[in-house]
């Protein structure tokens, strides 16, 4: 009697402790689910941010082309900086507001809230949001105009002005290879907020801002619509932002709390890294994703702050509470049939059982297979994802009916998710596997070896389907090299490509040519038609120029109606060649639109890689140079420069 309860002792014993072991597991398991979300959510959102602000930085780039192309516009204002009275350099400063101030209107009309040029010492000379203010110096507040004065390039970033909290955007004025001055325009916190709801539509976007960063510089009424940050005392949140956050379909304030009580956030704030957290509100999930916003001049000015819902997140935990659940009624039958068969037999039944339990209460597809690839186990998972039935599946080679593999067809012992659990090394990686219908399905596999009285037996294969993962990534890709009007590549991106060719042209030593295409009197068609109708113009190009392109060529949008054409392979002679048929043939070709037939002309500028070119500027001047020489020579004309 005694030694049976004991025994039974023992039982209890060993069964709390295999559920405790279950609970810990379990735990475990959606801890990493969870983390990969996260972390998917905190790429997403930095992603969303940088295309964003490069949204923005294009529209800058483009408008410091068209000014580039007005010299007189440059000339005027180093006239204006250099005036020898006030009376001189007001009329001057009037003169070249009067004639920029259409662009600022279509800035304005694009979300760009200021629109300021700088004399080259920092000091204020034009602001078309406030053009009665200036002659106030700005360098001492301002770090990117002391970086600009060091380092005369392009940048953007997040700064903080006396009056203002934003994104800048600023541009070197050169003349004669001097800066002489910069330009910049701004846009607020709220703009950038409305941009990444349009492509995050069901996000809440809130901006914690650095406490010392803003306290330093800003100045009156703006800190009074600064409250602190419930997250940290380190941050300042601004009040406007917050009302609007708070008036969206989302318990924020709760979230809010909900967040600062999480010990390990303020901790995390200070690494100055991308991270994301999960809260709960009512058993419904939220992910908490926060970006870091760098200043112009690298150092940290605050967070983005990404809360959304996560349903995610909620069938994870509800899916861990009905696990545990699961696990505690199998570890029970378990215990009871121990007790009372005490058979080898009827314990391997009821672990089959719990495994069965186990693998149809989760999302992912599971499979087991023997050391020689037989199917031991499917979950029901298994078929739902891939579309085949049970009975097919036990009865075919798992391995050769789903598997994709890039590299061609391998056999199972070099298959990457079987060869290295066999060889007692975890695998994890993204994988493609075939559906019934012959479709590709991408996934994550994991795969483990199954380990039994010390020796590996099998392989555990767990996948999931990360189809949506992939076509925001092919999205966002997208959206960040092609020029959304064109369909054509953009600068950045066809400067990627003029710079790859530029490294193989040298290595194989190969002829290749550049390009360099603008419109001759394009401003006239969009002061008598209309952008709509430019914007027009510009497709039926693009259209017409990549009917007279090869596989191998390639064609971008550098800015406004500026493009540029590569020809790998091609020599100078090449190049002139298919120069002069697309101007003959945009010629020959105008634009259908409802104020009928457009014609147009085309300068092109040509020129070929050159081996001791350091740079792609380089190339890209003698393909300027030459387009230059091809508008002052009458338009509608070929030049080269080599």
């Known amino acids: 009697m005694k030694g049976r309860t004991m025994r039974k002792g023992l039982y209890v014993l060993l069964l709390s402790g295999l559920f405790l072991l279950t609970v810990l597991f379990l735990h475990q398991v959606r801890q990493d689910r969870v983390q990969q979300y996260l972390e998917h959510a905190s790429t997403l959102l930095q992603a969303t941010y940088d295309a964003s602000l490069e949204r923005y930085a294009l529209a800058m780039d483009t408008f410091y082309a068209d000014l580039a192309r007005q010299p007189e516009l440059i000339h005027?204002?180093?006239?204006?900086?250099?005036?020898?009275?006030?009376?001189?350099?007001?009329?001057?400063?009037?003169?070249?507001?009067?004639?920029?101030?259409?662009?600022?209107?279509?800035?304005?009309?694009?979300?760009?809230?200021?629109?300021?040029?700088?004399?080259?010492?920092?000091?204020?000379?034009?602001?078309?949001?406030?053009?009665?203010?200036?002659?106030?110096?700005?360098?001492?507040?301002?770090?990117?105009?002391?970086?600009?004065?060091?380092?005369?390039?392009?940048?953007?970033?997040?700064?903080?002005?006396?009056?203002?909290?934003?994104?800048?955007?600023?541009?070197?004025?050169?003349?004669?290879?001097?800066?002489?001055?910069?330009?910049?325009?701004?846009?607020?916190?709220?703009?950038?907020?409305?941009?990444?709801?349009?492509?995050?539509?069901?996000?809440?976007?809130?901006?914690?801002?650095?406490?010392?960063?803003?306290?330093?510089?800003?100045?009156?009424?703006?800190?009074?619509?600064?409250?602190?940050?419930?997250?940290?005392?380190?941050?300042?949140?601004?009040?406007?932002?917050?009302?609007?956050?708070?008036?969206?379909?989302?318990?924020?304030?709760?979230?809010?709390?909900?967040?600062?009580?999480?010990?390990?956030?303020?901790?995390?704030?200070?690494?100055?890294?991308?991270?994301?957290?999960?809260?709960?509100?009512?058993?419904?999930?939220?992910?908490?994703?926060?970006?870091?916003?760098?200043?112009?001049?690298?150092?940290?000015?605050?967070?983005?702050?990404?809360?959304?819902?996560?349903?995610?997140?909620?069938?994870?935990?509800?899916?861990?509470?009905?696990?545990?659940?699961?696990?505690?009624?199998?570890?029970?039958?378990?215990?009871?049939?121990?007790?009372?068969?005490?058979?080898?037999?009827?314990?391997?039944?009821?672990?089959?059982?719990?495994?069965d339990a186990i693998g149809a209460a989760v999302g992912e597809g599971i499979y087991v297979l023997d050391t020689e690839g037989r199917t031991l186990y499917i979950n029901r998972a298994v078929s739902r994802l891939t579309g085949y039935n049970e009975q097919k599946l036990y009865q075919e080679n798992l391995h050769q009916l789903l598997h994709q593999h890039e590299e061609g067809d391998l056999s199972l012992q070099q298959c990457p998710i079987f060869s290295n659990a066999i060889k007692g090394i975890t695998y994890e990686g993204d994988e493609q596997f075939k559906t019934r219908t012959g479709e590709l399905l991408p996934v994550v596999v994991t795969s483990q070896p199954m380990i039994e009285r010390g020796q590996i037996t099998g392989v555990v294969t767990v996948f999931r389907d990360i189809s949506d993962r992939k076509e925001a990534e092919r999205k966002l890709k997208l959206l960040a090299t092609t020029d959304s009007l064109t369909g054509l590549s953009n600068r950045r991106a066809f400067l990627e490509r003029l710079h790859e060719e530029q490294r193989l042209s040298?290595?194989?030593?190969?002829?290749?040519?550049?390009?360099?295409?603008?419109?001759?009197?394009?401003?006239?068609?969009?002061?008598?038609?209309?952008?709509?109708?430019?914007?027009?113009?510009?497709?039926?190009?693009?259209?017409?120029?990549?009917?007279?392109?090869?596989?191998?060529?390639?064609?971008?949008?550098?800015?406004?109606?500026?493009?540029?054409?590569?020809?790998?392979?091609?020599?100078?002679?090449?190049?002139?060649?298919?120069?002069?048929?697309?101007?003959?043939?945009?010629?020959?070709?105008?634009?259908?639109?409802?104020?009928?037939?457009?014609?147009?002309?085309?300068?092109?500028?040509?020129?070929?890689?050159h081996a001791n070119d350091t740079s792609s500027s380089e190339l890209l001047s003698r393909a300027d140079a030459a387009l230059y020489q091809a508008k002052s020579g009458g338009r509608n004309r070929i030049e080269v420069r080599n």
């Open 76 to 355: 005027l204002f180093d006239l204006g900086v250099n005036a020898d009275n006030h009376s001189e350099r007001a009329l001057l400063r009037e003169e070249l507001y009067q004639r920029l101030l259409p662009h600022y209107q279509d800035l304005a009309q694009r979300g760009i809230a200021q629109w300021q040029f700088h004399q080259a010492d920092g000091t204020s000379f034009l602001r078309f949001h406030a053009p009665g203010v200036h002659g106030d110096s700005l360098a001492e507040i301002r770090p990117s105009l002391r970086r600009l004065q060091e380092q005369p390039e392009a940048c953007y970033g997040f700064e903080v002005g006396r009056f203002f909290i934003g994104f800048r955007f600023i541009q070197p004025l050169m003349l004669d290879g001097q800066m002489i001055g910069s330009m910049e325009t701004a846009v607020s916190f709220a703009r950038i907020r409305q941009t990444l709801a349009s492509l995050s539509p069901r996000q809440t976007f809130i901006f914690l801002l650095e406490r010392s960063t803003v306290e330093s510089v800003l100045l009156g009424g703006p800190q009074d619509q600064l409250q602190p940050a419930l997250i940290s005392p380190d941050f300042l949140l601004h009040t406007d932002s917050l009302n609007d956050a708070l008036n969206q379909e989302l318990p924020l304030e709760t979230l809010r709390h909900s967040l600062a009580a999480q010990p390990g956030i303020r901790q995390q704030l200070k690494t100055r890294e991308p991270f994301a957290t999960a809260t709960y509100h009512q058993g419904a999930g939220y992910a908490a994703a926060f970006i870091p916003v760098q200043t112009l001049t690298g150092e940290l000015g605050g967070y983005i702050l990404s809360i959304h819902p996560a349903p995610l997140l909620t069938g994870l935990q509800w899916e861990f509470y009905t696990m545990l659940v699961v696990s505690l009624l199998v570890i029970l039958l378990l215990g009871s049939t121990l007790l009372h068969l005490h058979q080898q037999r009827h314990a391997i039944l009821v672990q089959k059982y719990r495994l």
């Open 506 to 609: 040298r290595r194989l030593d190969h002829p290749s040519s550049l390009l360099m295409i603008d419109f001759d009197h394009f401003k006239r068609i969009n002061d008598e038609y209309g952008h709509n109708t430019g914007d027009l113009v510009l497709k039926h190009f693009a259209s017409l120029a990549r009917s007279c392109l090869r596989e191998t060529d390639s064609i971008g949008r550098l800015g406004g109606e500026e493009f540029a054409i590569l020809l790998p392979g091609t020599g100078l002679e090449g190049a002139v060649q298919l120069a002069e048929r697309l101007r003959h043939l945009l010629e020959l070709t105008p634009t259908e639109t409802v104020d009928g037939l457009i014609p147009m002309t085309l300068s092109i500028g040509v020129t070929t890689l």
